[in-house]
């Protein structure tokens, strides 16, 4: 332990070295970052002090009889940590998402303890084993928590304090705060027990008010307009955040439109009207240019590319790739191309329960999913073997049921075509020896894919304000969605998918407990063992198996049938599986099930609105050629 700690405190010396290295900015008041830290200091030790009094009260509870007193120990405690989180995890993203309030699951971290499974701890295993059975089991089990909670606080509070700001990123820190509240705090994402996302949201809410009223002093006089409009939409959003509204009856589709939105583009205004220079912390995926959370450029893709051959946002490259996706010269006897399985007209799947393979009457293992969205992750395929958009290339052409050929097989083929000649040495001339080769077609191909970004459905223009029209069934589906029936829990928005907010930094797999036909009368678990089986040592874990990725509901009115191994015909049987509970609340053993395994008892009125809300993510563009 005492070995980790050193290499933790080395890291996270270097990391503060970097965040925090000053420079010059044109704000008038350049005092606002030091009285930000003052107050972020002594809010940072009020939840240290609230950390160390559950460890006391855990070390001392003999008895269930104290159980009410450690629930509410636990609700201080959170609710001490909201009023710091936006700036907290702004700066110590991965410790936060590892020990301090990350999903309580057992991970495998590429940043911490390297291969070594981290059991669920911090405040959301905290907040679901104090609203779990009142028993000296888990009594016990509160006590390693709470214990386990204080050692990690007091060890970072050594590393991050104090800490050191720019004007830049304390805005920056308020707007990816705003995204969290919207996708994790409302969907109760962030609160697995007590579903306290209201009271909790309404307090990193005013914490963020309170931070940002430092900036009246010495704000340019082009910034009076955003700064009092900004003041408007902080007042409004805390008076809806404190109506005592019922979880399952708050109105998100209103407070996105109406606070969450504009105020979102009020920062970034005021900062601009301030020329406060943007400086985007690079370490994550929001790209804060965005004016809105539903703009396509809201989580930037490159952000998963910056390690490949190119950047895949290269027109010339776009085109290519896109006319390598059709070709089934990339397939060994020319019978196959990427289209095969992931047609445009289909939301590019193919409309199977399992694809077909290059072999008459045999298919492969699983479903195609779309290829919409794809670029918004940072791990491919539904076991996510596939590290980034080159490497998913690379498999399906090695795959003996794909395309079952090799690159050099490729290459010699398209060196044939002048045309392609033409294209390669335009996109990739001079870049390498030989212009067509393994990384410029990998590449080629991701970039076409990583192009299919669909933010232009009716549910964007509505929330963008690009329309007025919008359906009523739809409305309530939305707020269903990320409401009671949990949806957008796991289906983040912006995209949709598992790739978690605010700064969208990894994406998630789930297991649901998928049978191998909708049987609820004699149900059988599907044996494919997805995630753990993938050949990926960090991810042969028991607790990964059966566990699939969280793929976009985007366009998901054209990509039926549904789930790994398209068990699902419609979308009517898709809801009906979740609101049993998955296949544990079908009566399986599932091991380490993820969805929740009790009845989310949505009517069937319920469940009509919500599909209404998913019809409307379908893109309007055209695809196809």
Same mark, same amino acid.
């Given at each position: 332990?005492?070995?980790?700690?050193?290499?933790?405190?080395?890291?996270?010396?270097?990391?503060?070295?970097?965040?925090?290295?000053?420079?010059?900015? @044109?704000?008038?008041?350049?005092?606002? @970052?030091?009285?930000?830290?003052?107050?972020?200091?002594?809010?940072?030790?009020?939840?240290?002090?609230?950390?160390?009094?559950?460890?006391?009260?855990?070390?001392?509870?003999?008895?269930?009889?104290?159980?009410?007193?450690?629930?509410?120990?636990?609700?201080?405690?959170?609710?001490?940590?909201?009023?710091?989180?936006?700036?907290?995890?702004?700066?110590?993203?991965?410790?936060?998402?590892?020990?301090?309030?990350?999903?309580?699951?057992?991970?495998?971290?590429?940043?911490?303890?390297?291969?070594?499974?981290?059991?669920?701890?911090?405040?959301?295993?905290?907040?679901?084993?104090?609203?779990?059975?009142?028993?000296?089991?888990?009594?016990?089990?509160?006590?390693?928590?709470?214990?386990?909670?204080?050692?990690?606080?007091?060890?970072?509070?050594?590393?991050?304090?104090?800490?050191?700001?720019?004007?830049?990123? *304390?805005?920056?820190?308020?707007?990816?705060?705003?995204?969290?509240?919207?996708?994790?705090?409302?969907?109760?994402?962030?609160?697995?027990?007590?579903?306290?996302?209201?009271?909790?949201?309404?307090?990193?809410?005013?914490?963020?008010?309170?931070?940002?009223?430092?900036?009246?002093?010495?704000?340019?006089?082009?910034?009076?307009?955003?700064?009092?409009?900004?003041?408007?939409?902080?007042?409004?959003?805390?008076?809806?955040?404190?109506?005592?509204?019922?979880?399952?009856?708050?109105?998100?589709?209103?407070?996105?439109?109406?606070?969450?939105?504009?105020?979102?583009?009020?920062?970034?205004?005021?900062?601009?009207?301030?020329?406060?220079?943007?400086?985007?912390?690079?370490?994550?995926?929001?790209?804060?240019?965005?004016?809105?959370?539903?703009?396509?450029?809201?989580?930037?893709?490159?952000?998963?590319?910056?390690?490949?051959?190119? @950047?895949?946002?290269?027109?010339?490259?776009?085109?290519?790739?896109?006319?390598?996706?059709?070709?089934?010269?990339?397939?060994?006897?020319?019978?196959?191309?990427?289209?095969?399985?992931?047609?445009?007209?289909?939301?590019?799947?193919?409309?199977?329960?399992?694809?077909?393979?290059?072999?008459?009457?045999?298919?492969?293992?699983?479903?195609?999913?779309?290829?919409?969205?794809?670029?918004?992750?940072?791990?491919?395929?539904?076991?996510?073997?596939?590290?980034?958009?080159?490497?998913?290339?690379?498999?399906?052409?090695?795959?003996?049921?794909?395309?079952?050929?090799?690159?050099?097989?490729?290459?010699?083929?398209?060196?044939?075509?002048?045309?392609?000649?033409?294209?390669?040495?335009?996109?990739?001339?001079? *870049?390498?020896?030989?212009?067509?080769?393994?990384?410029? *077609?990998?590449?080629?191909?991701?970039?076409?894919?990583?192009?299919?970004?669909?933010?232009?459905?009716?549910?964007?223009?509505?929330?963008?304000?690009?329309?007025?029209?919008?359906?009523?069934?739809?409305?309530?589906?939305?707020?269903?969605?990320?409401?009671?029936?949990?949806?957008?829990?796991?289906?983040?928005?912006?995209?949709?998918?598992?790739?978690?907010?605010?700064?969208?930094?990894?994406?998630?797999?789930?297991?649901?407990?998928?049978?191998?036909?909708?049987?609820?009368?004699?149900?059988?678990?599907?044996?494919?063992?997805?995630?753990?089986?993938?050949?990926?040592?960090?991810?042969?874990?028991?607790?990964?198996?059966?566990?699939?990725?969280?793929?976009?509901?985007?366009? *998901?009115?054209?990509?039926?049938?549904?789930?790994?191994?398209?068990?699902?015909?419609?979308?009517?049987?898709?809801?009906?599986?979740?609101?049993?509970?998955?296949?544990?609340?079908?009566?399986?053993?599932?091991?380490?099930?993820?969805?929740?395994?009790?009845?989310?008892?949505?009517?069937?009125?319920?469940?009509?609105?919500?599909?209404?809300?998913?019809?409307?993510?379908?893109?309007?563009?055209?695809?196809?050629?």
């Amino acid at each position: 332990m005492r070995k980790t700690s050193i290499l933790l405190g080395s890291f996270f010396i270097c990391l503060l070295m970097l965040s925090g290295r000053q420079m010059a900015i @044109p704000y008038q008041n350049d005092t606002i @970052p030091e009285k930000v830290a003052v107050l972020y200091t002594a809010n940072f030790h009020k939840f240290q002090n609230e950390v160390n009094s559950l460890a006391a009260l855990a070390n001392k509870a003999s008895s269930v009889n104290e159980w009410e007193t450690l629930k509410s120990q636990v609700e201080k405690t959170r609710l001490a940590y909201k009023e710091i989180e936006f700036i907290f995890d702004y700066y110590q993203t991965f410790y936060n998402g590892t020990y301090i309030n990350g999903a309580p699951l057992p991970k495998v971290s590429e940043y911490f303890e390297a291969e070594k499974v981290i059991s669920p701890g911090g405040l959301q295993a905290l907040d679901e084993a104090v609203y779990d059975s009142a028993s000296n089991e888990n009594l016990q089990h509160i006590k390693v928590l709470a214990n386990g909670l204080k050692e990690r606080v007091d060890f970072i509070a050594n590393i991050h304090l104090p800490v050191h700001l720019k004007s830049s990123q *304390i805005i920056e820190c308020i707007r990816s705060g705003i995204v969290r509240i919207f996708t994790l705090g409302l969907t109760g994402y962030d609160t697995p027990g007590s579903v306290n996302g209201l009271m909790e949201s309404a307090v990193s809410w005013q914490s963020m008010e309170t931070t940002f009223l430092n900036f009246e002093a010495g704000m340019a006089p082009a910034a009076k307009d955003q700064f009092e409009a900004i003041k408007k939409h902080f007042t409004k959003g805390k008076n809806i955040l404190k109506a005592n509204t019922h979880f399952n009856d708050f109105d998100r589709l209103a407070f996105l439109k109406e606070v969450v939105n504009p105020l979102y583009a009020a920062l970034l205004e005021f900062q601009n009207a301030n020329k406060i220079k943007l400086e985007p912390y690079k370490k994550h995926a929001q790209n804060y240019k965005a004016m809105n959370i539903f703009d396509i450029n809201f989580v930037n893709t490159d952000f998963y590319s910056e390690l490949v051959y190119l @950047p895949l946002d290269n027109p010339k490259t776009i085109a290519l790739g896109k006319l390598l996706f059709g070709d089934p010269q990339l397939s060994k006897d020319n019978v196959m191309s990427c289209a095969s399985c992931h047609n445009p007209n289909k939301g590019f799947s193919d409309g199977l329960p399992k694809s077909v393979s290059n072999q008459k009457g045999v298919f492969t293992a699983r479903n195609a999913p779309t290829l919409m969205a794809a670029g918004y992750s940072a791990r491919y395929f539904w076991d996510m073997r596939a590290l980034d958009l080159e490497k998913q290339v690379i498999h399906v052409i090695d795959n003996d049921l794909e395309f079952n050929t090799n690159f050099d097989a490729i290459v010699n083929k398209l060196n044939k075509s002048d045309r392609y000649n033409k294209l390669f040495k335009e996109a990739y001339g001079g *870049i390498a020896k030989e212009d067509i080769n393994q990384r410029s *077609i990998s590449n080629a191909i991701a970039a076409y894919v990583n192009s299919l970004k669909s933010f232009n459905s009716p549910f964007d223009k509505y929330v963008r304000n690009e329309t007025k029209e919008y359906p009523e069934n739809a409305k309530r589906g939305f707020n269903l969605f990320m409401g009671k029936a949990a949806c957008g829990s796991c289906h983040f928005a912006p995209v949709f998918n598992g790739t978690i907010p605010p700064f969208y930094l990894e994406s998630e797999s789930e297991v649901l407990g998928i049978t191998q036909g909708f049987d609820s009368i004699a149900p059988k678990l599907d044996t494919d063992l997805g995630r753990m089986g993938n050949g990926l040592k960090m991810d042969n874990h028991p607790f990964l198996k059966n566990s699939f990725k969280t793929v976009t509901v985007r366009n *998901i009115a054209l990509t039926a049938p549904y789930m790994h191994n398209g068990l699902f015909a419609t979308l009517e049987d898709v809801l009906a599986f979740y609101n049993l509970g998955g296949g544990a609340g079908m009566g399986l053993e599932v091991e380490n099930q993820t969805l929740l395994d009790g009845p989310l008892n949505l009517s069937q009125q319920e469940i009509e609105d919500i599909i209404a809300f998913m019809e409307t993510l379908t893109d309007v563009r055209d695809y196809g050629d």
